[in-house]
């Protein structure tokens, strides 16, 4: 059960959250704030599991809000603008709700803060076959095994997956490695990092994978045909 509290500075807004909670089994909805400096204190004094937290507050707003939060607190927040929600995934969100939003669309919100909370929770007690990324303006679940490869473009990477769309993200490929399990995962060049599971062949120094073929790049050739051959 995920212990939260929503704020808002328009009740009807409250109104449907503490509803929609109340349609979930995922959700203890402890209390409901319209003022902002109120839920600020009792977030720092009695720190909860995740935020709704509305962004177009007039006293403060969601994002002033969540920078002032002690706790490096999961939040979900609501807004009517589309162009606050750009700055909300900026601020870690774990999603964003565009008003007027529907249960379904809400559920989807709450199920994926439930996937994170728990993954946080076990992070370094067990070995994960998934991670988390950012992209898309929210949080996205992406599991090892259906990595087919990831491509670097500048500041960027697409992560190819089977059966699945494509997932863009603003990351580095160094960053990229720290998440994948060294095992499983290597860099062959500084444009792709394969899964080792997934090569059909090596041909001298072009990898066959998902129908394609990859070029080892001269310095990465050593380690790779290290990690290959053994």
């Known amino acids: 059960m995920i212990n939260a ?6 009740s009807p807004a409250l109104d449907i959250i503490e509803s929609f909670c109340t349609r979930t089994d995922l959700i203890k909805l402890h209390k409901m704030f319209t003022g902002p400096q109120e839920a600020l204190k009792y977030i720092n004094k009695f720190p909860v599991d995740l935020l709704f937290l509305d962004i177009n507050m007039p006293s403060l707003s969601g994002i002033e809000l ?3 939060i002690k706790q490096n607190t999961p939040v979900i927040f609501t807004t009517a603008h589309m162009e606050y929600a750009v700055e909300g995934f ?7 709700l565009l008003k007027p939003f529907s249960f379904e669309r809400f559920n989807t919100a709450v199920n994926k803060a439930h996937e ?11 070995q994960q076959n998934y991670f988390f990324i950012r992209a898309d303006y929210s949080l996205l679940k992406i599991n ?6 990831i491509e670097s473009l500048d500041d960027y990477l697409k992560i190819h997956i089977h059966n699945q769309k494509t997932v863009v993200a603003r990351m ?5 490695l720290e998440k994948l399990p060294e095992k499983d995962f290597i860099r062959i060049h500084r444009s792709w990092i394969i899964p ?3 090569i059909e062949s090596v041909k001298q120094k072009i990898v066959h994978l998902a129908g394609k073929e990859f070029s080892i790049g001269e310095s990465f050739e050593n380690e790779f045909f290290s990690h290959f051959k053994g």
């Open 5 to 10: 509290i929503a704020i808002d500075d328009e």
């Open 116 to 126: 994170y909370i728990q993954y946080q929770q076990s992070k370094g007690q067990a």
């Open 66 to 68: 969540y920078k002032k």
């Open 144 to 149: 090892f095994a259906d990595i087919l490869y």
């Open 172 to 176: 580095t490929m160094k960053a990229m």
């Open 90 to 96: 900026n601020l870690n969100a774990v999603d964003y």
């Open 196 to 198: 080792f599971s997934r």
